[in-house]
């Protein structure tokens, strides 16, 4: 897996657009880029994942630049119940049985 | 949505006892999983099981834990000889295909595991 940096926290008020930018210079070519989200006492929950360019779902998304060194998780309007950790992961999808490897993530705190 | 179920959602246990953490995976799933989060710290990858067998095992996955798919449809964790250290939430995650596809994963809810 790249190694990956990342805020290890964010403040915004409700109803704010969030930007939460990854670090990941050692990315492969086959690396996909994979956001994970922690709700408190609760397991990790897959949001979103691209390759290149930008990616769009109901959630949030993903825009990932042409050299792919970084990527940007975006989170349109946040309510309350989006404070969680955001974890940022780069691994190559296909290689087999390799084990999700977590770091410190971003922990996002929504203030009313 | 199909979910990873884990019972109990806490448990509280001496020091020195044995506990068993169950987890039930997705039915189609193939590959099964544990990791630990100490209170404030991040996920810890434990071990990862396919075909009956540990696949990989990160370094605190010690002599003092095992793994068992004993019946085709639960999958669990026995720590044998708890330490207060071992105090953690468990989480049992499972993943569809061969792959291990990273957005393949999904995750229980979680054993909050007290150690006394």
């Known amino acids: 897996l790249a190694k990956t940096t990342q805020p290890i926290s964010m403040d915004s008020y409700e109803g704010q657009e969030v930007n939460i930018t990854c670090s990941h210079n050692n990315i492969a070519t086959n690396d996909y880029i994979t956001w994970y989200q922690q709700f408190p006492s609760q397991g990790p929950r897959f949001i979103i994942q691209g390759y290149k360019t930008k990616v769009t779902n109901e959630v949030a998304s993903l825009f990932i630049p042409a050299d792919r060194k970084s990527s940007t998780l975006s989170l349109p309007r946040v309510s309350l119940s989006d404070t969680a950790v955001y974890y940022c992961?780069?691994?190559?999808?296909?290689?087999?049985?390799?084990?999700?490897?977590f770091g410190k993530g971003t922990r996002l705190s929504v203030i009313a | 949505e199909p979910e990873v179920t884990q019972t109990p959602s806490h448990q509280v246990t001496q020091m020195g006892q044995e506990v068993i953490l169950r987890c039930v995976p997705i039915?189609?799933?193939?590959?099964f999983y544990w990791y630990r989060q100490i209170l404030g710290q991040k996920v810890e990858f434990l071990v990862s099981f396919y075909n009956n067998e540990i696949s990989e095992k990160s370094e605190i996955f010690d002599d003092q834990f095992s793994v068992e798919r004993p019946d085709g449809s639960n999958f669990t964790l026995k720590i044998r000889s708890t330490k207060l250290e071992d105090s953690a939430m468990y989480f049992c995650a499972s993943s569809e295909d061969g792959t291990g596809s990273f957005w393949g994963y999904t995750f229980g809810s979680g054993t909050r595991l007290t150690v006394v």
């Open positions: 039915s189609n799933h193939l590959y």
């Open positions: 992961l780069v691994g190559d999808e296909v290689s087999g049985n390799t084990p999700l490897v």
